[in-house]
């Protein structure tokens, strides 16, 4: 199956991304990160403008204005909480957005579940209140190894779960898009709306943008990783036989990347309670394919 090779190859360089945004967002503030990252990659997308004009449904036009604003809001929610969490973490909150896709997936798509899907998700949806219960626990142990809880403000919390709910929306409207249009015709208009929308957001809100974001290299990079991820998953989705329940759990693979990041690069700790917590939940992935 390309299709799921090219979700594969997504999730592992989604786990990367995530890795150089902590690091742009260092060196600059959130939303300066936003707009030159959103306006690099749109220029990346300009040799495909005479396909992305070829052809294209005028209806369309709409259409995806109404996805990259969900991605707008989706962008904020999720670069402001991984700017304010351990990568790690953020990681694993992240596996969230299974339950909302698996959710679009049965219920807008009409893609059919099985026992072991349902099972798996049961694992993923333990594995995500485990995450957030335990580290609210008081007791302390040094002998036993107890978790020692980082303090995150709840906030940033819901804002992963925003981004994951507007992320699943974007996936679903991504395969019913597909149906009629191509991927370059998707990436393109997708990425011009996004700067406008990211461009209206700067006006309205009078910010300025520092000459240093230009120089930033991690925005460049991230920017390029960007495009190529979404290059093949937009691809994917163009194959009849995709389905956006096993889309998700392919993507899921960006959590292992993270985990491991965060504790060789950033130093991060309790990274074996993460990859516990992460454990469950690749169980419920690994059991929830196992249906398909």
């Known amino acids: 199956m390309l299709w799921a090779g090219l979700v594969l190859f997504y999730g592992i360089v989604k786990g990367f991304r995530d890795v150089v945004k902590k690091k742009a967002l260092t060196k600059n503030t959130v939303m300066e990160v936003l707009f030159v990252y959103t306006f690099l990659t749109f220029l990346f997308c300009i040799p495909e403008a005479p396909a992305a004009f070829k052809g ?98 709840p906030i940033y919390v819901w804002m992963v779960l925003a981004s994951c709910i507007c992320n699943a929306i974007s996936g679903c409207l991504d395969k019913i898009y597909m149906r009629d249009i191509n991927s370059s015709q998707l990436q393109f208009w997708y990425m011009f709306y996004l700067v406008i929308f990211y461009g209206m957001y700067f006006v309205v809100r009078r910010i300025k943008i520092s000459s240093s974001v230009w120089k930033n290299g991690w925005i460049w990079i991230l920017s390029f990783l960007f495009f190529i991820a979404d290059k093949a998953l937009f691809i994917a989705n163009s194959f009849a036989d995709s389905k956006v329940i096993i889309m998700t759990l392919l993507k899921q693979s960006a959590c292992i990347v993270s985990i491991i990041c965060g504790k060789f690069i950033f130093k991060e700790k309790n990274i074996g309670y993460k990859i516990f917590c992460a454990a469950i939940i690749l169980v419920g992935l690994v059991i929830s394919m196992i249906g398909q």
């Open 56 to 153: 294209f449904p005028p209806k369309y036009f709409f259409l995806i204005a109404i996805k990259s604003f969900v991605i707008f809001i989706a962008w904020i929610c999720s670069f402001k909480a991984l700017d304010n969490i351990p990568i790690s973490l953020y990681g694993v909150l992240d596996l969230s957005r299974i339950l909302f896709s698996t959710a679009f997936g049965i219920f807008v798509l009409k893609e059919k579940g099985s026992i072991y899907s349902t099972v798996g998700l049961l694992l993923i949806l333990f594995g995500l209140l485990f995450l957030k219960i335990y580290p609210e626990m008081k007791k302390r142990s040094d002998t036993l190894g107890t978790y020692k809880a980082e303090k995150i403000p």
